[in-house]
């Protein structure tokens, strides 16, 4: 997944900390006030000084309970009579003032921070990172400083203006929630115009506006079991590292088996953050199978020497079962690209997982036009017309091309966030026609009836009318 606690950079671990090793998979499959005393003002001798005689502080009786020393200080009493002791006697005397409290409070009451609103405050980058040769992170903090609430496993949705205008693209969040920085951790694809783009020419002050975050791939509205198995490949580590780092900050009792897949040991995204990680708790572990070297390497925080595992060929149940032999007493979060995913969906089904303990990310955030590009591969020479009457457009649009594409070529303001299927920021309704959609994913039961779709996930089939609301 191509995207991205607040980011701070984290030191390797010390010498005794265990270390990584690459691993080995031939396949690509794999944020007192004390009352004051005042002494009365001095009184013109010609005004008799006012008394006090209605006011009674009674004390408790011996056998009252006797109010704890601890928590409560003796009742005091203060006044004055007005004006200050340089002024000269005023003709009349201003009314008394009584103040008195039981004692000084020990209580502080702490106000929660505000949250972040993506409609009214913008980000502003604060921090970029190398974590590979291909991958950045991104750490924002608000323009006014508020904290930033998601699930942890969310995306949030960027608008980045390029040459006068404006993508959205959607980026997986890498920092834990309920801190004042959002980290993005995002990687070049190959003719990726808006990934590319932040890559080379976003700067340390700069800003950039947001529409939400969202997600249904998360730790929090997904039911899992104190032990967890998460699996990533690629930059699809990044919602998952968010995932795994907020149980260990939150939930003691988890129990955290981290799989992840890349080519080598230099592609592998965050890891001497997995590093330290392992240093720090007992209760996560870490396997790296990587393509290219002699194996797989088991990393444990329980043993001060690592043990380094062989397996050669694919990625199989039988090479699943032995990494996790407890795997069904488990709950898995699995994130990366489609083929990866699919791979290890059956390798689940295949080993009888049950499957309402498996939760897999639906979608590659931000690979721009990869998944347009296989939807529209139907497309033929034949021509039907596009209708959109609340823009005014009327266009010939080639058969069994994407939607989306359609509406932003003839300058429809339909926003395509994730551009696969997910976020919903390009559901749309279809009043005329038809169209073949591969995905209904934020689509209810009554939407779909009505004959609303997602226009990313959504091929022109016939001459067509569409509109936004």
Known sequence: MSSNTPSSTLSPPALSSPVLKPLKLNSSGLGQSATSKEKPAPVSSKLPAPTLSTLKLSTPKPSSPKLSTSKLSPPKLSFTLGGSSSAKPASKLATPKLNFSLGKSTAKVTM???????????????????????????TFAAADQAQFDFKPGQFVTLAVNIDGKTHYRAYSISSVPQQKQLRLTIKRVPDGLVSNWLADNLTIGDSLSALNIAGQFNSTDCAHKSKLLLISAGCGITPVMSIAKTLLAHNSDADIEFLHCARDKDNVIFHDEMQTLLAQHKNFNVQLLLENSDGFASFSANTDN?????????????????????????????????????????????????????????????????????????????????????????????????????????????????????????????????VKSTSTETLTAAEIEQGFVLACSSTVESDLAVALS
């Open 112 to 138: 929660a921070p505000a949250a972040w609103s993506p409609s009214t405050t913008s980000l502003v980058l604060v921090k970029r990172e190398l974590e590979t040769h291909d991958s950045m992170s991104f």
């Open 306 to 434: 690592p043990s380094l595992s062989h397996q050669t060929g694919m990625v199989s149940s039988e090479v699943i079962q032995q990494l996790y032999p407890d795997l069904k007493q488990r709950t898995i979060f699995l994130c990366g690209p489609v083929g990866f995913m699919k791979a290890v969906e059956n390798i689940a089904q295949e080993s009888d997982f049950d499957m309402a303990n498996f939760f897999q990310e639906s979608f590659t955030p931000a690979a721009d036009n990869t998944q347009q590009e296989q939807i529209s591969s139907g497309a033929t020479a034949t021509s039907v017309m596009l209708h959109v009457p609340d823009f005014a457009v009327e266009a010939e649009v080639i058969q069994g091309s994407l939607l989306l594409d359609a509406l932003e070529k003839h300058g429809v303001p339909v926003i395509g966030a994730c551009r696969a299927g997910v976020c919903g920021s390009c559901k749309c309704k279809v009043t005329k026609g038809s």
